[in-house]
């Protein structure tokens, strides 16, 4: 990664925690830059605000406990307030893709509960067009070999996610297609089309979810709204 990048995500990590109050119920996003929103966020719990957290990954869970952050199961909540995440992805409809980090199902479940989403983005996440990096699926284990070949068949060029020479296991149990598709024209449709594949659980096309962006960019933050 480079230093511009890093120093981004810490920016606006930090900053992103500033957007917390008091009693709310949070969501914790998964990533490298959900790690530094939630290290300023246990600065803040520490100096006496009071909060809850649902966390979006066991990564994110592990973290933010042992830091003293107060981490409910997400069944019971009734709501979220605010949910701030990261994305691999963002585009100008604020439509994501994520899941580079392997957490899209529980990131999506969490936002899909949250009144309010924020990404949190450095400034190589903002692009026109969503696609070029690889869009992740979450398949189940069961048959993953013929779920691949159907991607294949579809002419989305698939790849099975592998992790230390075996392939990478999700929090659910299940497995990660990566769609190179170099270019999404319509995000609704292909999200739509993904979703009626048998063996497919979820994948990381996040349309109409994201309520706002915090974007690094020169040095600054800016806080973008729909
Ligand atoms: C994990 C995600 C992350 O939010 C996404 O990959 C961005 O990660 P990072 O902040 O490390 O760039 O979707 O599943």
Redesign the pocket.
Known sequence: MHEKQLME?QLVGARAAELVEDGMVVGL??????YYMIQRLAERVRAGLDIACVAT?RQTHELAASLGIRILDVNQVEAIDLTI????EIDEHFNAI???????LR?KIVASLSRKVVI?A?ST?RVKQLGKFPL?VEIVAFAHKHTLKKFEQAGYPAKIREKDGTLFVTDGGNHIVDLHLGRIDDPEGLAETIDRMTGVVDH?LFIDLVHEVLLAEDGDVRLLKK
Do not use: C, Q, V, Y
Not at 85 to 88: E, L, N, Q, R, V
Not at 98 to 104: D, M, R
């Open positions: 995500k996003g998964t990533g490298s830059t959900a990954s995440d990261g994305a691999d994520k899941g580079g980090g392997g957490a899209l990131e949190i450095d996440k992740p990381g």
